[in-house]
């Protein structure tokens, strides 16, 4: 089993920042990609951005540019920095880990956190 525990989620004003980390406990030796996903209300839970243990990203088309992803290995942590929010990007933000090899998601080795609330208003 792997915990995922998320922090950093707050209100912020459109341009600002925040930055989001998960750390992970347990099994983490099964686990090749972290990522953020994201679930605004009335909405579909989306990829935001993920990375895998090599260090290759995907990000999703409306963050570029303005999220960056980025791990500690030895931390065993993942952090979402994320700059000029959008009131767009108000939604509740949850941190995925998962094994299988490569971007592969095996099933039965697919862990969620229990997300953080991201607001972007004014």
């Known amino acids: 089993q792997v915990q995922l525990v998320e922090s950093g989620g707050g209100l912020v004003q459109p341009g600002g920042s925040l930055r989001l980390s998960c750390a992970a406990s347990?099994?983490?030796?099964?686990?090749?990609?972290l990522g953020w996903y994201r679930q605004a209300p009335a909405k579909q839970r989306e990829l935001v951005a993920a990375?895998?243990?090599?260090?290759?990203?995907n990000y999703a088309d409306s963050v570029k540019g303005r999220f960056t992803i980025w791990r500690d290995n030895a931390k065993n942590t993942v952090y979402l920095q994320m700059n000029s929010l959008k009131p767009e990007d108000t939604a509740v933000y949850y941190c995925?880990?998962?094994?299988?090899?490569?971007?592969?998601?095996?099933?039965?080795?697919?862990?969620w956190g229990q997300g953080t609330q991201v607001t972007v208003s004014s």
């Open positions: 995925n880990g998962w094994g299988g090899g490569g971007w592969y998601r095996e099933p039965s080795n697919d862990y």
């Open positions: 347990g099994s983490i030796f099964s686990i090749d990609v």
């Open positions: 990375i895998t243990s090599g260090g290759s990203t």
